[in-house]
Every structure is written in structure tokens, then in C-alpha cells.
């Protein structure tokens, strides 16, 4: 089975650019959720979307934006890039938004961006 | 608050030992509490987790105690092998209009020596 695959793998990118980031979830997983792992620290929660619509929203900014798309797919869209954007970005998903009786996520690899 | 404090940073232990990572939190509307295990170049694995109603699981070499009263579980890694160094992130859980909010600790760098 195929996990959760995010794509690009590492990507640089320089000051005021654009990104988009992109996660395919788990089969007949319809929850997406982004998360901003900084190095050497824990990762924190940007958004969560179900059903293609958004559930939820962490403490960042407007420049950081996502959809999801019929097939449950997920794009994270950052703009005006700072140097301080530069983390690793995790995607994870789920059946529904809280799978019972694990509640956890599944985790994807990631996609390092560099700001420079 | 929703923040989860979690200690040591890092943390040393011989190939064999007791690894024991801890954590703290403040908000009393989390409502689940996983362990995820990183290693580099990967995003976290789910370990193991635990409701508060519960003040001890077990699975295999991975234990997680709670303490509710306290707001503070821990995790423990009976005889710890090299395969166990990765970094260990505690987290807590809480539902905001709809969504699933993990809330992460700042992670604890595992090394075991062989």
C-alpha cells in the first residue's frame, strides 16, 4: 500500500518567490492536514482539510493557503516566501478528520524548503 | 495554553536500558496523547498513544504512562536497542470546530549506545 507521497522532496527557492507543495493522502483517506516542522523542533498544525473544504487553521499567516481537490489530493500554496519559512512540510492523513479508535495521522516524508 | 512541554532535549541511554521521555501540558480539552518517532530524513511515525482515561498502555518495549491529576505522561522504552535512536516527539490532541489539532512537544533526541 502506498503511503502518504508528498512532492517535491526538497526545494529551494529564493526570497518573495511563490511555492506549491503537493500531498496524495492515503487510499480512501479524505482528511488532509499540513504541518511546519522547523528544524529542531516539533511540528506545528497550518490546516486540515475534510471533504475538500477547510476545518481548521493554525496561527499563520494569509500568505499560506491549501485546497483539496476531488480525488482528496492536497496543495499547500505559500507566498512571498521569507527566509524564515524554510522548514520541513509534512503532510498527513486520515480517514475522517479524527480516526477512531487510533486517532493518529499517517505521516508523508515531507518537503524541505529552502528560503534563500 | 496549548502548549505540551517535554523533556530532555536529548537523552544518552546504553544499549539495553530504560529510555524515559517526558511531557507536560496545560489545557484539560486535549482528549489524546501520542508518541510519534522520527528519523532523519522522514516525517513522524505514530508509536503509540493513549486516552486520558487510561493511566498506562503498554505495547511491546513501548509504555506510556499518564497521570491526569498531574496534566503529565511519559513514555518508556524497555531494553533499548541502537534501532530505537531517532528523535521522539510527544504530542496532544484537541478538536477545534471540526478539525484535528495535534499540538507537538519540542522532541527528545534518543541515542543508544551499543
Known amino acids: 500500500d502506498a503511503g502518504v507521497t508528498q512532492s517535491p522532496t526538497h526545494l529551494i527557492k529564493t526570497r518573495g518567490q511563490q511555492v506549491t507543495l503537493r500531498c496524495s493522502p492515503i487510499s480512501g483517506h479524505k482528511s488532509v492536514s499540513w504541518y511546519q516542522q522547523v528544524l529542531g523542533q516539533g511540528p506545528q498544525f497550518i490546516f486540515q482539510?475534510?471533504?475538500?473544504?477547510?476545518?481548521g487553521r493554525g496561527n499563520f499567516p494569509d500568505r499560506f493557503s491549501a485546497r483539496q481537490f476531488p480525488n482528496y489530493s492536497s496543495e499547500l500554496n505559500v507566498n512571498a516566501l521569507l527566509l524564515g519559512d524554510s522548514a520541513l512540510y509534512l503532510c498527513?492523513?486520515?480517514?475522517?478528520?479524527?480516526?477512531?479508535?487510533?486517532?493518529?495521522?499517517?505521516f508523508g516524508s515531507g518537503t524541505r524548503l529552502t528560503v534563500v | 495554553q496549548q502548549q505540551v512541554k517535554q523533556s530532555p532535549q536529548s537523552l544518552i541511554v546504553q544499549k539495553g536500558g530504560i529510555s524515559i521521555i517526558n511531557c507536560a501540558y496545560e489545557n484539560t480539552a486535549f482528549d489524546y496523547f501520542p508518541w510519534y518517532q522520527q528519523f532523519p530524513g522522514k516525517g513522524p511515525a505514530l508509536l503509540i498513544a493513549i486516552r486520558p482515561d487510561v493511566s498506562e498502555k503498554k505495547e511491546g518495549r513501548f509504555t506510556i504512562s499518564f497521570n491526569k491529576s498531574a496534566k503529565q505522561f511519559s513514555l518508556h522504552i524497555m531494553d533499548s536497542q541502537p534501532g530505537d535512536s531517532a528523535t521522539y516527539f510527544c504530542?496532544?490532541?484537541?478538536?477545534?470546530?471540526?478539525?484535528?489539532?495535534?499540538?507537538f512537544g519540542q522532541g527528545t533526541r534518543l541515542t543508544i549506545n551499543p
Open positions: 498527513a492523513s486520515s480517514f475522517v478528520p479524527r480516526d477512531r479508535p487510533n486517532y493518529g495521522y499517517t
Open positions: 504530542a496532544a490532541s484537541i478538536m477545534i470546530q471540526g478539525a484535528q489539532k495535534l499540538v
Open positions: 482539510y475534510y471533504e475538500k473544504e477547510e476545518r
